[in-house]
Protein backbone atom coordinates (compact mmCIF):
# COMPACT_ATOMS: atom_id res chain seq x y z
CA UNK A 1 0.00 0.00 0.00
CA UNK A 2 1.14 3.29 -0.71
CA UNK A 3 -0.32 5.41 2.11
CA UNK A 4 1.61 8.02 3.32
CA UNK A 5 2.21 8.07 6.97
CA UNK A 6 4.07 11.19 7.63
CA UNK A 7 3.74 14.55 5.75
CA UNK A 8 5.89 17.71 6.11
CA UNK A 9 5.31 21.22 3.82
CA UNK A 10 7.53 24.19 3.75
CA UNK A 11 7.75 27.30 2.40
CA UNK A 12 4.94 26.06 -0.59
CA UNK A 13 2.78 28.57 -1.32
CA UNK A 14 0.75 30.07 1.63
CA UNK A 15 2.12 26.45 3.79
CA UNK A 16 4.93 27.98 5.79
CA UNK A 17 5.91 24.95 8.14
CA UNK A 18 3.33 22.02 8.10
CA UNK A 19 3.84 18.62 9.68
CA UNK A 20 0.48 15.75 9.82
CA UNK A 21 0.36 12.13 9.99
CA UNK A 22 -2.43 11.39 7.84
CA UNK A 23 -5.00 8.46 8.40
CA UNK A 24 -4.16 5.80 5.87
CA UNK A 25 -7.78 5.83 4.95
CA UNK A 26 -9.40 8.67 4.67
CA UNK A 27 -8.71 12.59 5.29
CA UNK A 28 -10.87 15.29 5.35
CA UNK A 29 -9.65 19.16 4.63
CA UNK A 30 -11.35 21.74 5.33
CA UNK A 31 -11.84 25.74 6.07
CA UNK A 32 -11.86 28.82 3.34
CA UNK A 33 -10.95 29.36 0.11
CA UNK A 34 -7.48 30.46 0.14
CA UNK A 35 -6.67 28.85 3.33
CA UNK A 36 -3.97 25.89 1.56
CA UNK A 37 -6.18 23.36 1.12
CA UNK A 38 -5.31 22.52 -1.95
CA UNK A 39 -1.88 23.55 -1.81
CA UNK A 40 -1.57 20.68 0.26
CA UNK A 41 -2.77 18.04 -1.84
CA UNK A 42 -0.44 20.25 -4.48
CA UNK A 43 2.61 18.77 -2.08
CA UNK A 44 1.43 15.47 -2.34
CA UNK A 45 1.14 15.71 -6.15
CA UNK A 46 4.67 16.67 -6.70
CA UNK A 47 6.05 13.75 -4.28
CA UNK A 48 4.16 11.21 -6.51
CA UNK A 49 4.89 12.96 -10.56
CA UNK A 50 7.28 15.62 -10.06
CA UNK A 51 5.07 18.38 -11.23
CA UNK A 52 2.11 20.62 -9.98
CA UNK A 53 -1.29 20.10 -11.55
CA UNK A 54 -1.75 23.91 -10.95
CA UNK A 55 1.11 25.67 -12.96
CA UNK A 56 4.07 24.42 -14.87
CA UNK A 57 6.21 27.63 -13.30
CA UNK A 58 8.39 26.99 -10.56
CA UNK A 59 8.17 30.71 -9.08
CA UNK A 60 4.00 30.45 -7.75
CA UNK A 61 5.25 27.29 -5.66
CA UNK A 62 7.77 29.21 -3.26
CA UNK A 63 7.04 31.63 -1.14
CA UNK A 64 7.48 35.01 -1.61
CA UNK A 65 11.05 36.15 -0.78
CA UNK A 66 12.50 32.59 -0.26
CA UNK A 67 14.65 30.53 -2.10
CA UNK A 68 13.18 27.05 -1.65
CA UNK A 69 10.31 24.81 -0.88
CA UNK A 70 10.82 21.03 0.39
CA UNK A 71 7.85 18.52 0.36
CA UNK A 72 9.16 15.02 2.53
CA UNK A 73 6.64 12.10 2.88
CA UNK A 74 7.16 8.68 4.47
CA UNK A 75 5.53 5.60 3.50
CA UNK A 76 3.61 2.90 5.91
CA UNK A 77 6.16 0.37 3.90
CA UNK A 78 9.00 2.64 5.36
CA UNK A 79 9.86 4.17 2.02
CA UNK A 80 10.73 8.11 2.50
CA UNK A 81 10.61 10.53 -0.91
CA UNK A 82 12.34 13.96 0.21
CA UNK A 83 12.20 16.70 -2.92
CA UNK A 84 13.24 20.26 -2.73
CA UNK A 85 12.58 22.71 -5.58
CA UNK A 86 14.75 26.30 -5.61
CA UNK A 87 14.86 29.65 -7.99
CA UNK A 88 18.29 28.55 -9.15
CA UNK A 89 18.39 26.98 -12.44
CA UNK A 90 18.11 22.95 -12.52
CA UNK A 91 18.16 23.19 -8.30
CA UNK A 92 15.38 20.57 -7.75
CA UNK A 93 16.63 17.53 -5.62
CA UNK A 94 14.61 14.52 -5.40
CA UNK A 95 15.77 11.38 -2.71
CA UNK A 96 14.19 8.75 -2.70
CA UNK A 97 14.98 6.43 0.79
CA UNK A 98 17.79 9.10 1.42
CA UNK A 99 19.63 8.43 -2.44
CA UNK A 100 19.45 11.26 -4.95
CA UNK A 101 17.50 10.29 -7.75
CA UNK A 102 17.91 11.18 -11.67
CA UNK A 103 14.42 10.48 -12.56
CA UNK A 104 10.81 10.38 -10.94
CA UNK A 105 10.38 6.66 -12.19
CA UNK A 106 11.18 5.11 -9.01
CA UNK A 107 9.50 7.40 -6.92
CA UNK A 108 5.82 7.31 -9.23
CA UNK A 109 6.40 3.49 -8.91
CA UNK A 110 5.80 3.39 -4.86
CA UNK A 111 3.72 6.72 -4.74
CA UNK A 112 1.02 6.06 -7.48
CA UNK A 113 -0.98 9.43 -7.19
CA UNK A 114 -4.85 10.60 -8.78
CA UNK A 115 -6.03 13.68 -8.84
CA UNK A 116 -9.86 14.74 -9.28
CA UNK A 117 -10.45 18.34 -9.37
CA UNK A 118 -12.05 20.98 -11.65
CA UNK A 119 -9.18 20.12 -13.99
CA UNK A 120 -9.91 16.82 -14.86
CA UNK A 121 -12.77 17.86 -17.15
CA UNK A 122 -10.37 18.36 -19.58
CA UNK A 123 -9.99 14.45 -19.38
CA UNK A 124 -13.35 15.14 -21.46
CA UNK A 125 -13.15 18.93 -22.97
CA UNK A 126 -8.94 18.96 -23.82
CA UNK A 127 -6.61 17.82 -26.25
CA UNK A 128 -5.57 14.42 -26.90
CA UNK A 129 -2.46 14.71 -24.89
CA UNK A 130 -4.25 14.80 -21.75
CA UNK A 131 -6.23 11.72 -22.26
CA UNK A 132 -3.02 9.84 -23.76
CA UNK A 133 -1.62 11.50 -20.31
CA UNK A 134 -4.22 9.48 -18.48
CA UNK A 135 -3.82 5.87 -20.20
CA UNK A 136 -0.46 6.40 -20.43
CA UNK A 137 -0.41 6.67 -16.04
CA UNK A 138 -1.99 3.32 -15.93
CA UNK A 139 0.02 1.97 -18.77
CA UNK A 140 3.16 3.26 -17.00
CA UNK A 141 1.99 1.13 -13.15
CA UNK A 142 1.62 -2.16 -15.13
CA UNK A 143 4.03 -2.75 -17.93
CA UNK A 144 7.81 -1.19 -16.16
CA UNK A 145 9.13 -1.79 -20.02
CA UNK A 146 6.47 0.67 -21.56
CA UNK A 147 8.41 4.13 -19.94
CA UNK A 148 11.56 3.39 -21.41
CA UNK A 149 9.89 2.57 -25.55
CA UNK A 150 7.96 6.10 -24.84
CA UNK A 151 10.96 7.65 -24.08
CA UNK A 152 12.93 6.01 -27.22
CA UNK A 153 10.07 6.60 -29.83
CA UNK A 154 10.15 10.28 -28.22
CA UNK A 155 13.71 10.81 -29.14
CA UNK A 156 12.73 8.85 -32.42
CA UNK A 157 9.98 11.16 -33.39
CA UNK A 158 11.86 14.56 -32.59
CA UNK A 159 14.70 13.29 -34.40
CA UNK A 160 12.27 12.46 -37.43
CA UNK A 161 10.94 16.17 -37.27
CA UNK A 162 14.18 17.82 -37.48
CA UNK A 163 14.31 16.09 -40.29
CA UNK A 164 11.15 16.50 -41.92
CA UNK A 165 11.97 20.74 -41.56
CA UNK A 166 15.47 20.24 -43.12
CA UNK A 167 15.31 22.21 -47.02
CA UNK A 168 17.00 19.24 -48.31
CA UNK A 169 15.42 15.93 -47.00
CA UNK A 170 18.19 12.88 -46.04
CA UNK A 171 16.06 10.22 -46.48
CA UNK A 172 18.24 7.71 -45.60
CA UNK A 173 18.86 9.02 -42.05
CA UNK A 174 14.61 9.04 -42.19
CA UNK A 175 14.09 5.97 -43.22
CA UNK A 176 16.80 4.45 -40.66
CA UNK A 177 14.36 6.49 -37.60
CA UNK A 178 11.08 5.44 -39.36
CA UNK A 179 12.35 1.30 -39.10
CA UNK A 180 13.01 2.19 -35.25
CA UNK A 181 9.92 4.06 -34.65
CA UNK A 182 7.58 1.87 -36.17
CA UNK A 183 9.09 -1.04 -34.16
CA UNK A 184 8.36 1.04 -30.92
CA UNK A 185 5.32 2.09 -31.85
CA UNK A 186 4.26 -1.29 -32.38
CA UNK A 187 5.10 -2.01 -28.52
CA UNK A 188 3.81 0.76 -27.15
CA UNK A 189 0.57 -0.03 -29.13
CA UNK A 190 0.39 -3.45 -28.15
CA UNK A 191 1.12 -2.06 -24.29
CA UNK A 192 -1.82 0.63 -24.27
CA UNK A 193 -4.51 -2.12 -26.38
CA UNK A 194 -3.45 -4.63 -23.34
CA UNK A 195 -3.92 -2.34 -21.08
CA UNK A 196 -7.18 -0.61 -22.37
CA UNK A 197 -8.58 -4.25 -22.51
CA UNK A 198 -8.44 -4.90 -19.01
CA UNK A 199 -9.79 -1.02 -18.26
CA UNK A 200 -12.52 -1.47 -20.21
CA UNK A 201 -15.00 -3.81 -18.30
CA UNK A 202 -13.77 -2.16 -14.82
CA UNK A 203 -14.40 1.39 -15.86
CA UNK A 204 -18.26 0.13 -17.05
CA UNK A 205 -19.07 -1.48 -13.69
CA UNK A 206 -17.58 1.43 -12.03
CA UNK A 207 -19.73 3.74 -14.10
CA UNK A 208 -22.94 2.08 -13.31
CA UNK A 209 -22.50 2.09 -9.86
CA UNK A 210 -22.35 6.09 -10.31
CA UNK A 211 -24.79 6.87 -13.23
CA UNK A 212 -26.54 5.32 -16.39
CA UNK A 213 -25.57 6.10 -19.71
CA UNK A 214 -26.48 3.87 -21.81
CA UNK A 215 -25.53 5.50 -25.15
CA UNK A 216 -21.93 6.26 -24.11
CA UNK A 217 -18.67 4.92 -25.13
CA UNK A 218 -15.10 4.68 -24.92
CA UNK A 219 -12.42 3.44 -27.61
CA UNK A 220 -8.89 3.50 -28.00
CA UNK A 221 -7.16 5.07 -30.72
CA UNK A 222 -3.88 4.30 -31.50
CA UNK A 223 -2.65 7.24 -33.67
CA UNK A 224 -2.89 6.40 -37.21
CA UNK A 225 -5.50 4.21 -39.56
CA UNK A 226 -5.92 1.37 -37.87
CA UNK A 227 -6.69 -0.78 -41.65
CA UNK A 228 -2.51 0.08 -42.62
CA UNK A 229 0.83 -0.57 -40.96
CA UNK A 230 2.91 2.70 -39.79
CA UNK A 231 5.28 2.21 -42.77
CA UNK A 232 2.45 2.83 -45.32
CA UNK A 233 1.18 5.38 -43.26
CA UNK A 234 4.49 6.98 -42.99
CA UNK A 235 4.69 6.48 -47.03
CA UNK A 236 1.62 7.98 -48.27
CA UNK A 237 1.69 10.98 -45.57
CA UNK A 238 5.45 12.00 -46.28
CA UNK A 239 4.47 15.13 -48.30
CA UNK A 240 2.26 16.55 -45.64
CA UNK A 241 5.05 16.01 -43.22
CA UNK A 242 7.20 17.48 -44.68
CA UNK A 243 4.87 20.32 -45.95
CA UNK A 244 4.19 20.80 -41.81
CA UNK A 245 7.44 19.81 -40.32
CA UNK A 246 6.08 17.27 -38.39
CA UNK A 247 5.28 13.66 -38.68
CA UNK A 248 0.78 13.61 -38.16
CA UNK A 249 0.77 9.89 -37.42
CA UNK A 250 2.15 7.68 -35.09
CA UNK A 251 1.74 6.35 -30.74
CA UNK A 252 2.41 9.99 -30.23
CA UNK A 253 -1.03 11.01 -31.64
CA UNK A 254 -3.14 8.13 -29.73
CA UNK A 255 -6.31 9.00 -28.06
CA UNK A 256 -9.44 7.77 -26.00
CA UNK A 257 -12.34 8.64 -27.58
CA UNK A 258 -15.54 9.01 -25.54
CA UNK A 259 -18.61 9.71 -27.10
CA UNK A 260 -22.54 9.70 -26.30
CA UNK A 261 -24.19 8.61 -29.43
CA UNK A 262 -22.23 10.03 -31.76
CA UNK A 263 -21.29 13.26 -30.09
CA UNK A 264 -18.62 14.15 -27.90
CA UNK A 265 -19.54 13.51 -24.61
CA UNK A 266 -18.51 16.94 -23.29
CA UNK A 267 -21.18 18.26 -25.86
CA UNK A 268 -24.02 16.20 -24.37
CA UNK A 269 -23.44 15.68 -20.48
CA UNK A 270 -24.05 18.29 -17.83
CA UNK A 271 -21.16 19.00 -15.20
CA UNK A 272 -22.62 16.87 -12.83
CA UNK A 273 -22.62 13.63 -14.91
CA UNK A 274 -19.03 15.07 -16.68
CA UNK A 275 -18.05 15.18 -12.74
CA UNK A 276 -19.35 11.43 -12.25
CA UNK A 277 -17.81 10.31 -15.33
CA UNK A 278 -14.20 11.53 -14.62
CA UNK A 279 -14.57 10.13 -11.52
CA UNK A 280 -15.57 6.36 -12.76
CA UNK A 281 -12.38 6.33 -15.49
CA UNK A 282 -9.95 7.48 -12.29
CA UNK A 283 -11.45 5.12 -9.79
CA UNK A 284 -11.67 2.31 -12.30
CA UNK A 285 -7.41 2.97 -12.76
CA UNK A 286 -7.51 2.29 -9.44
CA UNK A 287 -9.23 -0.46 -8.93
CA UNK A 288 -7.05 -2.30 -11.81
CA UNK A 289 -3.51 -0.89 -10.54
CA UNK A 290 -5.05 -3.20 -7.41
CA UNK A 291 -5.80 -6.12 -9.53
CA UNK A 292 -2.77 -6.40 -11.56
CA UNK A 293 0.28 -5.52 -9.05
CA UNK A 294 -1.57 -5.11 -5.47
CA UNK A 295 -0.36 -1.29 -5.19
CA UNK A 296 -3.16 0.55 -3.75
CA UNK A 297 -2.63 4.57 -5.25
CA UNK A 298 -3.32 8.03 -3.23
CA UNK A 299 -6.39 9.98 -4.21
CA UNK A 300 -6.15 13.61 -3.70
CA UNK A 301 -10.11 15.30 -4.47
CA UNK A 302 -10.56 19.03 -4.49
CA UNK A 303 -13.46 20.47 -4.01
CA UNK A 304 -15.84 16.93 -4.57
CA UNK A 305 -18.86 19.05 -3.45
CA UNK A 306 -18.76 21.41 -6.33
CA UNK A 307 -21.55 20.05 -9.21
CA UNK A 308 -22.25 17.14 -7.21
CA UNK A 309 -25.69 16.48 -4.88
CA UNK A 310 -25.33 14.84 -1.37
CA UNK A 311 -26.86 11.47 -3.24
CA UNK A 312 -24.20 11.96 -5.91
CA UNK A 313 -21.08 12.65 -3.38
CA UNK A 314 -22.45 10.03 -1.56
CA UNK A 315 -21.66 7.44 -4.66
CA UNK A 316 -18.20 8.62 -5.29
CA UNK A 317 -17.07 8.17 -1.65
CA UNK A 318 -18.32 4.55 -1.48
CA UNK A 319 -16.37 4.00 -4.75
CA UNK A 320 -13.31 5.70 -3.09
CA UNK A 321 -13.48 4.11 0.47
CA UNK A 322 -14.00 0.52 -1.52
CA UNK A 323 -10.52 1.19 -3.10
CA UNK A 324 -9.12 0.76 0.26
CA UNK A 325 -6.48 3.52 -0.49
CA UNK A 326 -5.39 6.88 0.93
CA UNK A 327 -7.93 9.61 -0.34
CA UNK A 328 -7.64 13.63 0.38
CA UNK A 329 -10.56 15.13 -0.14
CA UNK A 330 -10.77 19.16 0.51
CA UNK A 331 -14.22 21.09 1.35
CA UNK A 332 -14.73 24.24 2.75
CA UNK A 333 -17.49 23.63 5.07
CA UNK A 334 -17.38 19.64 6.74
CA UNK A 335 -20.48 18.95 6.93
CA UNK A 336 -20.77 18.87 3.02
CA UNK A 337 -19.29 15.66 3.60
CA UNK A 338 -20.58 14.28 6.82
CA UNK A 339 -22.63 10.83 6.07
CA UNK A 340 -20.97 10.43 3.16
CA UNK A 341 -19.46 7.57 5.15
CA UNK A 342 -20.56 4.50 7.10
CA UNK A 343 -20.92 4.44 10.34
CA UNK A 344 -17.71 2.49 11.03
CA UNK A 345 -15.49 4.46 9.26
CA UNK A 346 -14.10 7.55 11.24
CA UNK A 347 -12.41 10.10 8.07
CA UNK A 348 -9.69 11.77 9.71
CA UNK A 349 -10.16 15.48 9.90
CA UNK A 350 -8.01 18.47 9.65
CA UNK A 351 -8.73 22.14 9.81
CA UNK A 352 -6.95 24.55 7.56
CA UNK A 353 -6.73 28.10 7.86
CA UNK A 354 -4.57 30.76 6.92
CA UNK A 355 -1.58 28.10 5.94
CA UNK A 356 -1.51 26.43 9.33
CA UNK A 357 -3.07 23.00 9.63
CA UNK A 358 -4.42 20.98 12.37
CA UNK A 359 -5.95 18.09 12.95
Known sequence: MAAISRLDVLRLRNLSEVHIAPAESINILFGDNGSGKT??????????????????????????????????????DGVSIGLSKTRKQGGHVLKLLGERQRSWVDAARHLPVQILNSESFSLLEGSPKVRRRFLDWGVFHVEHEFVNNWRKAAKCIAHRNLLLKERSLDRKQLQAWDVELVRLARQLDESRRSYFTLFHPLFQETLRKLIELPNLTISYSRGWDDSKSLEEVFSESLARDIKYGVTQNGPHRADLIVRVGRLGAEEVLSRGQQKLLVSAMKVAQGHLLSQVNGVRGVYLVDDLPSE????????????????????????????????????????????????????
Do not use: M, Y
Request: proline share 2%; aromatic share 6%; with cysteine.
Open 39 to 76: SLLEAIHLLGLGRSFRSQKLEPLIQDGLEDCVVFGELQ
Open 308 to 359: LDFANRRRVCELLVGLECQVFLTCVDQAELENCWSSALLPRKFHVEHGKISQ
